[in-house]
């Protein structure tokens, strides 16, 4: 029983371009937004109000905002009082926050312990539903962490439960680092299914050891239609050592139109926005899709 359609929500603008060691020029990324829309992406993170001296490359999030903002859904990352205030005096109404399950990684990602940030972003979800937001939360580690290791499931479902009882609208549970296997992603997100049915759902895996296809896969069995991916395959986040991209939106769009589940995606669109940003980055786009068509 896979569903008919499922969304993807582009994190390549963010996450695939956070941890680029080029800086991209602002109408780089600006193009790149725009040609992922024209593809046909409903939701998207454009950017994050982080500080400019841990991740310099998102230093032009107000600039992104106000020339990317319309109709469809547009996500800005904040991870504090400081980027919540940042997001408020825009016109951007949809909100991710993100934390991290692991005290070890939240430290090093946000210089704050696990309990330290739920501290202070509880008392803001309610503060943002009140002004009408969106409220995304990207919970990280929620399988492995870089520093300790194996994360334990109800960790992640206490935390998310937290949230939920807060108000959000949505959970992104992550990857961070590519070492969920389908098994445990099966096993995860039908709890997170179960235990928490109110919120919207949806995984976000990184491809570091090449299972997140088969693991979104594993997730559409357990029941979720919404799924993270990055388009050209780019990401990682600079404070977990080892992180490399996520998944490849192109590869993701792929295997859904194959299996007769609609995305809303255009794929040749999609490769264009991948060709428009490609020579703005270090790495190779590894994403198996993309290759293919070059070779054709
Ligand atoms: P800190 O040094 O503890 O912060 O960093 P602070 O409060 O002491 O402030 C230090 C300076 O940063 C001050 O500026 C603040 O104004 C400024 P100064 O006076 O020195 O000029 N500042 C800010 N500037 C802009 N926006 C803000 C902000 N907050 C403070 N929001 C801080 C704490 C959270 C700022 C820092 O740790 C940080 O920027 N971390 C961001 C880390 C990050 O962006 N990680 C990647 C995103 S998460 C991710 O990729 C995972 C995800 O994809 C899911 C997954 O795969 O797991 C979502
Ligand atoms: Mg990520």
């Avoid at 992922?36 to 107000?62: C, H, N, R, Y």
């Avoid at 029941?223 to 080892?242: I, M, Q």
């Avoid at 490769?271 to 270090?282: Q, R, T």
Wanted: charged share 25%; aromatic share 8%; glycine share 6%.
């Amino acid at each position: 029983n896979l569903p008919e359609k499922v969304t993807l929500i582009e994190v390549g603008p963010r996450d695939g371009l956070q941890n680029e060691s080029n800086q991209v020029p602002t109408e780089a990324k600006i193009s790149f937004i725009k040609s992922l829309k024209k593809a046909g992406i409903q939701e998207m993170e454009l950017t994050s109000f982080v500080s400019p001296k841990w991740v310099p490359q998102m230093k032009d999030a107000s600039e992104i905002i106000e020339n990317c903002l319309d109709e469809t859904r547009n996500y800005v990352l904040a991870p504090n009082r400081k980027g919540v205030d940042r997001v408020m005096e825009t016109e951007c109404k949809n909100i991710a926050l993100f934390v991290g399950v692991s005290e070890t990684f939240n430290k090093k990602n946000i210089n704050k312990t696990t309990k330290e940030s739920l501290e202070e972003l509880i008392p803001i979800i309610k503060e943002l539903k009140e002004n009408g937001f969106f409220v995304r939360t990207c919970i990280s580690t929620a399988f492995y962490c870089p520093y300790e290791g194996k994360v334990d499931p109800k960790n992640v479902l206490d935390l998310c439960r937290e949230f939920v009882e807060s108000g959000v609208d949505e959970l992104s549970v992550a990857d961070t680092i590519g070492m969920a296997n389908p098994k445990d992603s099966y096993n995860l997100f039908s709890l997170l299914k179960k235990e928490l049915p109110s919120v919207l759902l949806t995984a976000h895996f990184h491809d570091t050891r090449g299972m997140a296809l088969a693991n979104i896969f594993a997730c559409l069995q357990a029941g979720v239609t919404r799924f993270d991916s990055s388009a050209g395959g780019l990401g990682g986040c600079p404070f977990a050592p080892g992180a490399t991209g996520n998944v490849a939106t192109e590869d993701v769009v792929y295997m859904l139109h194959q299996m007769g589940i609609q995305t809303g995606i255009n794929l040749d669109q999609l490769l264009e926005a991948v060709d428009g940003i490609k020579e703005y980055v270090s790495r190779p786009i590894e994403s198996k899709y993309y290759r293919v068509s070059q070779s054709r």
